[in-house]
Each structure stands twice: as C-alpha cells, then as structure tokens.
C-alpha cells in the first residue's frame, strides 16, 4: 500500500521528476507526457462515472481507473533490458488485464445493434462523458506510443490503453440506451 505523508517534496523544482526506480526524468520528455497522458483519461472517466447511474457500468469503470493507476506505475518503471516480467517490488500490466477489458466489450455489444453509420459523441449526458473518456484515452494511447518510439513500452500496457478506447465506445452507446439515443453523422449534411 502506498503512503503519502507530504505532497509536496520540492525535488521537481528543477524541471525533473522521480520514476519508480529512483531514477529522474525530464517532465518534458515523452515518457511523463504518457502518464500524464493517463492521469487525464482516468480524470475523465472518473468524471463520466459521477453520470452514470448503473452500478455495474460504474464498476467497470471504478475497476478501469484502478487498471489505469497499474498502467501509470507501469510507464513511470524503466525496464532493464526490455523485461516487463511483474514481480512484487514492480508493477507492471499484464495481458488478463487487456483480456478482461475485451470480455466486457463483447458483453456489453452484444446488447447494440450494429451501426450503421458513426456515431456523434452526444445523446445523454453520461454518454457525452464517456465519448470524452474516450477521445481522451485515445489520446493518453498516442503519447504511450509516442513514448514507445524513444524507449521500450510493455506490450502488455500498450495493448490495454488501445482496448480501453474501443470498451468506451460501446459503453457510452449502452449508455445511450443501447445505442437507441446514439445521434448519427449524416455525412455532409450542411453543405
């Protein structure tokens, strides 16, 4: 269990931060973007939650934002020759965690009916949270990658934070009542 007695330690004032293996990085660099990166996207999906009124939507996304906790631990570890392998003093995601994620797409699609055109991120207010969840995770995915091009990133993590945007999706038309709600782009509409 982690125990934080002071919030402010001071060492960051020089432009760097400590990663879990005691090392420090620039928080500039590609790495502390990704995590923060994450740290956003599990903002958003708390904020989504507190529109959701399902108990078991809410706890898939309780358990995501603890998923997502593991994955910012993850990054902030730098990998000694690219092994990810998890051991009790290093947290590092693993494939079940990104299995489960597609369990819950599967079940929750099973209940929409397939689309026939994209979707707009709006109809009910729990939805539109959940689209910015969405949009937000895809972003927090192209800073993981972004990291990926400079330093080794765990295959494990990398696979999670990509399924989470697609359990987003579909969670956000379940909660559209099951897609019923979904707004639909009419492609060049305006015109």
Known sequence: ??????IYTRT???GTTGLVDGSRCP???????????????????????????DKAQREILTRVQN???????????????GDFSPSEMVLRMVPSQAEWVEQRIDALN?????LTSFVLPGGSEAAARVHVARATTRSAERAVTAMAAE??????AAAYINRLSDL???LARVCNHDGRADVKW???ANR
């Open 1 to 6: 269990m982690v125990k934080l007695n002071k």
């Open 12 to 14: 960051g004032d020089d």
């Open 27 to 53: 928080k500039h660099s590609a790495r502390i973007a990704a995590i923060g990166a994450v740290d956003e996207a599990n903002s958003a999906i708390g904020l989504a939650i507190c529109a959701i009124e």
């Open 67 to 81: 998923d997502l906790f593991d994955l910012g631990a993850d990054l902030a570890t730098p990998a000694e020759d």
């Open 110 to 114: 099973e209940r929409l009916e397939p």
């Open 151 to 156: 330093t080794p990133v765990n295959p494990a």
């Open 168 to 170: 987003l999706f579909v």
């Open 186 to 188: 009419i492609p060049g």
